[in-house]
């Protein structure tokens, strides 16, 4: 988006007052809510991502998942204010080995750790508003050993609020920096290099250990094993329903068909037994018609019989 732009002190990706603030990013919320909301703290708009699960509640930018942002300044600035609630955001850059790293941060968990394609690291929030430094260049030589050459993407999850993010080339104390760009919070720093030490741990070094030198504590990663495991037992289910209704199916086939055959057998016995009843039948009425004759046998015996003479008068 921004590659063949001149970037040259700040470049704003996000800044709460506006008429479409979330123009170039994507929602993507499930169980929580993205609005825009007046903080009487900064006495300003500013835009308020909540949810239950920080990995299924997040804005992402660019907008479209096929563009990268294309900024090359090396400094990542963040105006969040903490909700005393679970909190992460992610970055996705490109080093000088053309190998995508994501480095996520989040206040739930208590050491780093380094993989191949991401690295886990501790962030510590005041109360109230934070002015978050990430310098890119830094993370992606200790992690990795390689150069940074220029952020793909920003992900931002819940639950914060966000007043501007925004990239720079130098890291300025809070009097240099415009009054649209400074976090108003509780600890005001003079020095936004002791600001990054201290988010970030003062001892960085020590912090990026290998991945089986340290135990990870985190919601994230942890949500997604789960998910995995999840989908993986759903399917093995779901085969084993299915299996089941097929062996159901099959069963009841061949009931219904044994029912056909037994029916059919029935039908065979009943016709012989259909037959032997018209013969009766027949006899009977045979015999019926043997039965007039004999009333004209008596008939002619009655007639042959000569009638008796009255007697003379």
Not at 55 to 62: D, K, Y
Not at 190 to 197: C, L, P, R, S, V
Not at 221 to 248: I, L, R, T, Y
Request: glycine content about 4%; proline content about 5%; charged content about 30%.
């Amino acid at each position: 988006m921004f590659r063949n732009t001149f970037q040259s002190g700040f470049l704003s990706i996000l800044y709460a007052i506006g008429s479409k603030p979330l123009q170039i990013w994507r929602k993507n919320i499930n169980n929580g809510y993205v609005k825009r909301i007046t903080d009487f703290e900064m006495q300003s708009s500013v835009i308020e991502i909540c949810g239950a699960n920080v990995s299924t509640c997040f804005l992402s930018c660019p907008s479209n998942p096929k563009q990268t942002l294309g900024v090359k300044m090396p400094f990542l600035v963040l105006l969040i204010k903490y909700l005393k609630k679970y909190f992460t955001f992610e970055v996705q850059v490109i080093d000088d080995k053309n190998v995508k790293r994501r480095f996520r941060a989040s206040n739930y968990q208590s050491n780093t750790r380094v993989k191949p394609f991401i690295c886990t690291i501790p962030m510590k929030l005041d109360e109230g508003w934070n002015q978050i430094h990430f310098n890119l260049t830094d993370f992606t030589r200790r992690a990795y050993g390689t150069n940074y050459l220029e952020t793909l993407r920003v992900q931002i999850h819940a639950n914060c609020r966000i007043r501007r993010i925004y990239f720079t080339d130098q890291l300025l104390s809070s009097k240099s920096i415009p009054p649209e760009y400074r976090a108003f919070n509780n600890a005001n720093e003079d020095n936004a290099e002791e600001q990054y030490q201290n988010q970030m741990g003062n001892e960085p070094n020590q912090n990026m250990q290998g991945e089986g030198e340290e135990q990870y504590q985190g919601e994230y990663e942890h949500q997604e094993e789960h998910q995995e495991e999840h989908q993986e037992e759903h399917q093995e289910e779901h085969q084993e329903e299915h299996q089941e209704e097929h062996q159901e199916e099959h069963q009841e086939q061949q009931e219904e068909n044994q029912q056909k055959d037994n029916n059919q057998e029935e039908h065979v016995e009943e016709n012989p037994k259909v037959e032997g009843n018209e013969e009766n039948k027949q006899e009977e009425n045979n015999n019926k018609g043997e039965e007039p004759p004999k009333e004209e046998n008596n008939n002619e015996n009655k007639e042959g019989e000569k009638p008796q003479e009255p007697p003379a008068a």
